[in-house]
């Protein structure tokens, strides 16, 4: 089951990845890490969706996404630290990880869970 969260975690780091380089991108070699990381993002959600409930997992991967590129922009691109963004991604957050811990993995077909 381990296996699953932790490509989708894998995902989440991409995306942010791609995000930040959506924006920050000026040269064809970042603009190809930005692509690399769209098609690596991409396959781990799909990869991770196949063991897990779809809609779980897109929630765990946009929202995490959504916070993890709010929280780099303010850390390494100076973005303007404001207390009620840190409040929401911090709710966003605890969404996130309570869906992880009362998801369960899905067995393959005509096995049971």
């Known amino acids: 089951m381990n296996k699953y969260w932790n490509l989708l975690w894998i995902g989440v780091l991409f ?5 930040v380089g959506l924006k920050h991108s000026y040269n064809w070699w970042t ?3 930005t692509i ?8 781990a959600l799909v990869v991770a969706s196949s063991k897990l409930p779809a809609g779980t997992t897109y929630a765990v991967f946009t929202g995490t996404g959504a916070a993890g590129t709010v929280i ?9 630290f404001q207390l009620a963004k840190v409040g929401l991604i911090s709710l966003l957050l605890i969404g996130v990880i309570g869906l992880k ?6 067995g393959q077909e005509g096995e049971r869970s």
């Open 101 to 106: 811990f009362v998801t369960k993995e899905t």
């Open 31 to 33: 603009w190809l890490l």
């Open 15 to 19: 995306e942010i990845g791609w995000v």
């Open 72 to 80: 780099m922009e303010m850390a390494v691109f100076g973005e303007p």
């Open 36 to 43: 690399i990381a769209i098609y690596i993002s991409m396959h």
